[in-house]
């Protein structure tokens, strides 16, 4: 039998998979994605794509694979970007077909589920309003899970704006529309979630001081001006004296809005959002744990858009630097804060600041540096190299001095010997020798305040079940010697009886996923009793003393 050549074997191949439909593509790509192989279904999806290029279905089903990518995805630097193919792709589709139904939801579904600041949310929120009026005029019984997920996906949105009263208006709709059903209790759950923080917020405007005359005077100005941007800048300002910061930024970016070109405005604006920053977490964090990640990117980015306006300013520019090092690393500054720095140290800048460049300088590459080491444990856990990371940064016990605490008391004592690029999660807390919860000691702001809302430690959210967070809630530590005293009371305020009791600590680092949970018991009573647990590298040493 005669050979066919190369050339008539490439041929009759590309003739085959021109021969594939759409539909063919789309369920070859969705078995490989039941197969979790991932690759294979992307790879044959771009094959469609380049086949298909005025298929909205194909477009809709490469852009869902994308989303599935995501998911598997820990490295922020490349999520982002695979984000952005799915998007792109569903957006595409609806060009093609702006009925297409799947493209909009999962458009919709994904914009409002993913962080405000990558930018999707009010686009989001647009396409699940057109599907919830489509479905509820249709009357179609077949799409009723549909639309309890577009109310419930429109609940999401509108709480992540902070527009709260239609937040409650659609999940009340997913509990009218399924009652009795698991989305009906997560609705609930999130209109108790809303109502408790507007509970927070009414009890905090009370405690706010009230506006000062010339805060007034101002206001009552802008009421007959409405766009005057001296009265704009001039209430930002004000509001800035007074380090109430939120209201600075709703007048300030009224102001930017109204002249984009006043590098002083952006000034003022950039100060503000690093304020919010900089302050300590609050009952915000529980309806939208990206909150103060939209905020580092709100910063950057005004900053950005200064340094535009005024290249030459070597200050902003220093300011810019600093604010990239100090941001968390998902924000992505690093390296432009590093040329800023440099640039600033060989500018003709006083020495003052050329100083501060040299040290923010050295603190940009530490974590440059510490990315390394992080890859290090993660990526190569029991490599030689991993343990030598670990010794290189943990610690040494240090000792205080107790005799100023009222006895009895128990003292817990321990180290953290490991940094992340985000202060980790972590808890102490007490219980009975039979595992009975007694009292939460301390829990890191994020996790005490969003609460149910929060996955980083599982073993203490189930075992206080968020009873007594709010006067134990700190802000989070890190890599070192920390010190906790219990004063031998529970939760309600009681003194507990002599027993034998269980000191827990447990921590969780991000982005690297390292956790690790210790424990120590001791009798208390009339005599001294002290356990030392030394085990595992995040949470090497843990002392528990009881001091009667």
């Known amino acids: 039998m005669k050979k066919l050549s190369p050339y008539v074997i490439i041929l009759l191949m590309a003739s085959f998979a021109l021969s594939k439909t759409a539909d063919e593509f789309i369920e070859e790509a969705q078995t490989y994605v039941n197969s979790n192989n991932l690759e294979q279904a992307i790879a044959t999806m771009e094959q469609a794509v380049k086949q298909y290029p005025d298929n909205s279905s194909v477009h809709t089903h490469m852009g869902l694979i994308y989303s ?7 490295d922020f630097s490349k999520l982002f970007g695979v984000l952005t193919q799915a998007f792109t792709m569903w957006d595409r589709a609806l060009e093609l077909d702006s009925n297409n139904f799947e493209a909009r939801f999962y458009r919709g579904a994904w914009g409002v589920s993913i962080p405000k600041f990558i930018g999707h949310t009010e686009k989001g929120i647009h396409d699940l309003e057109f599907i919830a009026t ?87 100005r802008l009421e ?12 930002g300002q004000a509001y800035i004296e007074t ?6 930024v709703t007048f300030l970016q009224r102001a930017v809005r109204l002249d984009s070109t006043n590098v002083g405005f952006y000034k003022l604006l950039a100060l503000s959002l690093q304020n919010l920053v900089g302050g300590e977490y609050d009952a915000r964090i529980a309806l939208d744990s990206d909150f103060r990640t939209d905020l580092a990117f709100a910063v950057m980015a005004v900053l950005d858009k200064a340094a535009t306006l005024a290249p030459d300013d070597l200050e902003l520019k220093l300011w810019r630097g600093i604010a990239g090092v100090e941001m968390p690393f998902f924000v992505g500054q690093l390296e432009q ?120 430690l599982p073993i203490w959210a189930n075992a206080s079940e968020f009873t007594d967070v709010d006067g134990v809630t700190a802000a989070s530590i890190d890599l070192g010697h920390h010190i906790y ?64």
Do not use: C
Not at 497 to 509: D, F, H, N, Q, W
């Open 134 to 220: 489509v479905i509820e005029q249709s009357g179609d019984p077949m799409l009723q899970e549909y639309l309890i997920q577009a109310y419930q996906y429109l609940g999401t949105g509108y709480q992540k704006l902070m527009f709260l009263q239609k937040a409650k208006d659609y999940y009340a709709l997913v509990i009218k529309t399924a009652p009795n059903t698991d989305f009906a209790e997560q609705a609930q759950d999130n209109i108790t979630r809303i109502e408790k923080f507007e509970q927070w917020q009414a009890e905090n405007a009370k405690k706010t001081q009230p506006d000062t005359p010339h805060i007034l005077q101002l206001k009552q």
């Open 337 to 456: 804060s590093i040329d800023d720095l440099h640039a600033v140290v060989q500018s003709n800048i006083p020495d003052d600041n050329k100083a501060e460049a040299l040290y923010w300088l050295g603190v940009a590459y530490q974590k440059k540096s510490m990315g390394y080491w992080i890859e290090t444990i993660t990526e190569h856990s029991s490599s030689d190299a991993a343990q030598m990371v670990f010794n290189r940064i943990t610690p040494q016990v240090e000792r205080v001095d107790l005799a100023k605490y009222k006895k009895p008391i128990l003292v817990i004592d321990f180290i953290l010997g490991f940094r992340d690029e985000l202060a980790p999660q972590t808890a102490v807390w007490i219980e009975d020798k039979d595992g009975k919860f007694i009292k939460t000691v301390y829990v890191s702001g994020f996790s005490g305040y969003a609460q149910g809302k929060q996955i980083n």
């Open 243 to 248: 380090e109430r910061y939120q209201e600075a």
């Open 485 to 548: 005293v219990w004063d031998l009371k529970n939760a309600a305020g009681k003194k507990v009886k002599p027993a034998e009791y269980t000191v827990l600590v447990e921590v969780s680092y991000w982005p690297s996923m390292q956790y690790q949970r210790v424990s120590g018991s001791v009798k208390t009573g009339k005599k001294k009793a002290k356990v030392v647990i030394e085990e595992g590298n995040l949470i090497p040493y843990l002392e528990v003393e009881y001091i009667p």
């Open 68 to 74: 599935e990518q995501v998911k598997t995805i820990k």
């Open 224 to 235: 007959q001006e409405p766009d005057n941007l001296e009265l704009l800048s001039g209430l």
